[in-house]
Every structure is written in C-alpha cells, then in structure tokens.
C-alpha cells in the first residue's frame, strides 16, 4: 500500500534556529501533500495544503513566513520552521494523496515531535 | 463545510470486553467517512472507510463500522478488544465533489484495562 515517509521523528532545537522536516511518499506520486499540526491531547489542525510545482495554501490564522512549504516534486514536501519558538513546540504530521487516491483516504507520516528550547 | 463530533474523549474498557467508539457528523453533501487510529508518538492509520455500498465496514484489526445516514453516525465497533487497541481514534469525514479534505473529529482516547 501507500506509503509516507517523514523524517526527523524527533527534534529539538534552539530558540530562533530553523527546523526542516520532510515528508515523502515511496511508492506513488503525491500530487497534493498535507501538513498538520498537533496539540497534545487534541486534534489534527490542518495548517496548509501544498501542491506540486505551485504555492502552498495556507489555513487561516497560520503564518506563511514562519512556516515554509516547499513542494518541488511529486514525491518531497517539506515544512520548514523558521525562527522557532518555545510555542512552536508541537506534533507536526503530513499526509499525501496522489490522484488515484482523491476519495480513498490519506496516506500519513508518522510525525515528528519538534521541541523548541 | 462538514464537521465531526466525537462524543466521548475517553472510553475506558476492560479486555476483552465489547467497544463502540462514537461519531456524528454534519454536512450539506454526500460524504465519505473515515477511521484513524494513532498510537503514541505517531502519525495516524487507516482503520477503515465508507465510500459506498454495504453501511457496514470492515476495517483492519478487527474492526468495523457503520454508516447510518438517518443519523448520521459512523459508529465504530470492536466485539472484543486487546491491550494493544489502547490509542486515540480520530473520525473524519471528506465532501465527495469538493477538495476531499478530511475534517477530523477531537479524537477519542480508547483505554483498555487488563
């Protein structure tokens, strides 16, 4: 079946360093890639969809500045957290879906843990 | 735009007991239904899915759910559960002619005591 790789897992960083997170897709071509973020004990808050080859859509309220998303192939996305903070400490988890998969559910990572210190 | 409510946030069993996870959603078009489970530490599973057909679905590691559009509910459904089905249970539902963006309920913590 599908398969979404993401990596780090884990990472911690220092306050105002970036993080860079990728999210990849082994086995099909992710046409639109998803990027979540999670808070302890809650729900997956979607911060923005990303496209192939185009811009990122941002959700509301999420900062496009803070958060980069590149999405160069059909097979890599990535989040870059710029400037971190203490509060950007979270669960952040991606999910791809290629064409044939427009209406049978997504493929997750397995997140990475960011920790902000 | 559709939403999903998870009616309990944690649902405490025994072993071997029977568990039914609830789910309710809401939207002004047809929809697909969907079960995730994350265990610690990870990202989410599919466990199942409605699309069409049979109201009733069967997913991975034994469980099922099933569609009731009157009331619409996507209950799921385990006649037995392990040690091991301890994780969080998100539902999510995605609109069939529009982005198919799945919106995901606040997830319910499934404990399962020995």
């Known amino acids: 079946g599908a398969v979404v790789s993401q990596h780090p897992s884990r990472v911690i960083c220092k306050s105002g360093t970036s993080v860079k997170i990728e999210c990849r897709s082994l086995?099909?071509?992710?046409?639109?890639m998803f990027w979540y973020r999670q808070f302890p004990k809650q729900s997956l808050m979607l911060m923005a969809t990303?496209?192939?080859?185009?811009?990122?859509?941002?959700e509301q309220g999420v900062e496009k500045d803070k958060f980069l998303i590149n999405h160069a192939s059909l097979t890599l996305s990535t989040l870059t957290v710029t400037s971190a903070h203490p509060e950007d400490s979270s669960f952040y988890i991606c999910?791809?879906?290629?064409?044939?998969?427009?209406?049978?559910?997504?493929?997750f990572g397995s997140g990475t843990r960011l920790t902000v210190v | 735009a559709q939403s999903v409510t998870q009616l309990d946030s944690q649902v405490p069993v025994f072993e071997e007991a029977p568990v039914e996870l609830r789910c309710n959603y809401s939207?002004?078009?047809?929809?697909?239904l969907f079960w995730y489970v994350q265990y610690p530490n990870q990202g989410l599973q599919l466990l199942l899915k409605?699309?069409?057909?049979?109201?009733l679905v069967k997913g991975i590691n034994g469980f099922e759910a099933e569609f009731n559009k009157s009331q619409t509910s996507f209950h799921l459904r385990k006649p037995s559960v392990h040690i091991s089905d301890t994780a969080e249970y998100f539902c999510?539902?995605?609109?069939?002619?529009?982005?198919?963006?799945?919106?995901f309920g606040r997830g319910t913590s499934l404990i399962v005591h020995p």
């Open positions: 939207s002004s078009v047809s929809v697909y």
């Open positions: 086995d099909f071509q992710a046409t639109t």
């Open positions: 999910s791809a879906r290629g064409d044939s998969e427009a209406s049978y559910g997504y493929t």
């Open positions: 999510a539902v995605s609109d069939r002619g529009g982005s198919y963006i799945p919106t």
């Open positions: 990303s496209n192939e080859g185009s811009k990122a859509t941002y």
């Open positions: 409605y699309l069409s057909g049979s109201t």
